[in-house]
Nanobody
Framework: QVHLVESGGGLVQAGGSLRLSCAAS????????MGWFRQAPGKEREFVAT????????DYADSVKGRFTISRDKRKNTVYLQMNSLNSDDTAVYYC?????????????????WGQGTQVTVSS
């Protein structure tokens, strides 16, 4: 069973930056495609970013393009989300997700494993 643990969330001022980490362990396919999603209070969970197994393909939600960067360190079985120019709309619980497939995906239903989430709060 793959286990995902997010870290790096916190409180940041608008315009600031945070880097989220997602450490994967416990399964033979921990290095397959990964994604980040977020859920703000009163809203549905939404796609943020995804990366394929090799790291050669990424995709982003329009709302974060140019500000967020997803990357991975396969040796450490860790995926990162660098978030810059944060604003109040980015306030949410951020979830890391993993797929058995090697292909990146934007639909949450395509993911097989989920972390517990980490809170990101942006103060204006």
């Amino acid at each position: 069973q793959v286990h995902l643990v997010e870290s790096g969330g916190g409180l940041v001022q608008a315009g600031g930056s945070l880097r989220l980490s997602c450490a994967a362990s416990g399964g033979t396919e921990v290095s397959s495609a990964m994604g980040w999603f977020r859920q703000a209070p009163g809203k549905e969970r939404e796609f943020v970013a995804t990366i394929n197994k090799s790291g050669s393909t990424t995709d982003y939600a329009d709302s974060v393009k140019g500000r967020f960067t997803i990357s991975r360190d396969k040796r450490k079985n860790t995926v990162y989300l660098q978030m810059n120019s944060l604003n109040s709309d980015d306030t949410a619980v951020y979830y890391c997700a993993g797929r058995r497939s090697v292909q990146a995906a934007i639909m949450s239903t395509f993911y097989d494993y989920w972390g517990q989430g980490t809170q990101v709060t942006v103060s204006s």
